[in-house]
């Protein structure tokens, strides 16, 4: 954890993103690390500006509140009831887990990017897919398919040292325990509406051309080095 820390910030995105996403035991919100308009046409600017100031900011706060009340409830037995701190948890959860994914999810994107993997990590795909073309597809089927709000997302499973795509609902629900994220696509409505409207499959079209390789790549060997 040093080394990752003292060497690798410049070239790990989503290290630095995660460095920057708490401070002092607060969660923060971490920096957009490009221009609001760097990943114009796929993604809008103004889509960019509202999600990342406004919903993960949400994320954080909400995050921030839950454990604040989870930490105080404790003192008053009265007042700590099953139901008063099962909305507590639920909270913790689904904010816990939208800051995270949010905060990956600006760093494994950038402007000049898409194309393919390349490397151990596009090595590590096609063994888990069968091809670069497969793991297309089922990621593409999984983001279309989340009914209501979601993510798909490519993620590290340690226990089987493989890559897995997990269709999330919410930020949240589904998820499977112990699995590092490493490329999520957020398609909750406000990620892609005001551009694509209804059609999620465009939006998840476009959202390949942004895709930062690197970022995944350096993010899929720290999980893996983490093992
Ligand atoms: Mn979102």
Redesign the pocket.
Known sequence: MEDDLSMSNTNNPVLEALNASAANGVYTLPPLPYAYEALEPHIDAETMRL?HDK??QAYVDGLNKAVASLKAIGADPAAATPGAVTILEEDQAFHGS?HLL?SV?WATMGPNAGGDPTGELADAITAGFGSIAAFRTVFAAAAAGVKGSGWAILSYEPVGDRLIIQQVKQHDLQLVAGTTPLLPL?V?E??YYLKYRNVRPDYVKAWWNVVNWNAVAAAYASARAKR
């Open positions: 999600h919903h993960h939208g949010h999810f957020d909750w406000h990620a």
